[in-house]
């Protein structure tokens, strides 16, 4: 376990953004991180790289979290129990418990960054959220380096956010994931989306989980740009919730606005459709811009610094907010 100095962080992030590292090391195991915390407070963490911009080089000492390893906890006749090291990549992970007839995250496969990762924003996909099927998160208090389990409970889960974004933020380091997934009468969503479209286009009347994970695949690359070949962090911002008589007002202006019911006085709203109407889709300016497919995603398109994305971001927010009186939230990490 040794200390490197002036790595270029170019590949450890998706969008592709070439800043330094003054301090780097990789840590594979809970111990070797309990070591280093001993001496080393001020520090950086890095896993898949998937939900960051980094507008600038880092001087803390970067962590990356290449800790691995996948277990069945438990099993009985309709359940299984697993726990996933946070260094997994997220969609191999998917890959795996679809090819183990586990079911419940087959709506999330394809989506970037690791396992680690995916309780801080909740991620989800295509009516499916990743705290559907978490049961704990445990995590390494830096200050303290003793292992804690959060149940899923107290992770305070939310659209696209958790406890871990927010009260405990930058006091622990989530080193594994368990999970309680199904092993026969899978609850199967299909009616998110395009995935009724794309099954019914192969003929597929009863999918398995494989023909939904396909599915969801087909349709994510369909729309949205390969990291190892565009950098991308997937979707930058957040679909909004506005009120019902905002929304009412927006739709006598924008008759075929499309939407979704969150309650009786929440309506949310598609920040990719906000974003084309106002004409960002498909921009590009010079080696960054708006990817031509899905509106929702900023890419590097070459040699982009993260300070020219992150400004790209906030002249969309800032037209979408005088034209539709809308406040876009960013969902990315912006490391200033």
Known sequence: MKIQHNISLKNYNTFGIDVTAKRFISVDSVYQLQQLLKTEKDIFLISGGSNMLLTKDIEKLVIHIDINGISIDNEDDNNAYITVNAGENWHEFVLWCVGQNYGGIENLSLIPGNVGTCPIQNIGAYGVEVKDTITKVEALEIETQKLVSFANDECN????????????????????????????????????????????????????????????????????????????????????????????????????????????????????????????????????????????????????????????????????????????????????
């Open 157 to 336: 889960f939310g659209y696209r956010n958790s406890i871990f974004k927010n009260e405990v933020k930058g006091k622990y380091i989530i080193t594994s994931v368990s999970f309680k997934l199904t092993k026969n009468e899978h609850q199967l969503n299909t009616s998110y989306g395009a995935i009724e479209t794309e099954l019914a286009s192969k003929k597929i009347e009863k999918p398995s989980l494989k023909n939904i994970s396909d599915a969801v695949i087909a349709i994510r690359k369909s729309k949205l740009p390969d990291p190892k070949e565009i950098g991308n962090s997937g979707s930058f911002f957040k679909n909004p919730v506005i009120d019902k008589s905002a929304f009412l007002e927006l739709q006598k202006k924008y008759p075929k606005i499309p939407s979704y019911t969150i309650s009786e006085n929440e309506i949310k709203v598609p920040a990719g459709w906000l974003i084309e109407k106002a004409g960002f889709k498909g921009k590009r300016f010079g080696n960054f811009g708006v990817h031509e497919k899905q509106a929702l995603v900023l890419v590097n398109y070459g040699n982009a610094s993260g300070k020219e994305i992150y400004q790209l971001a906030k002249k969309i927010q800032q037209t979408i907010l005088e034209q539709f009186k809308i406040s876009l939230e960013i969902e990315v990490n912006i490391i200033k």
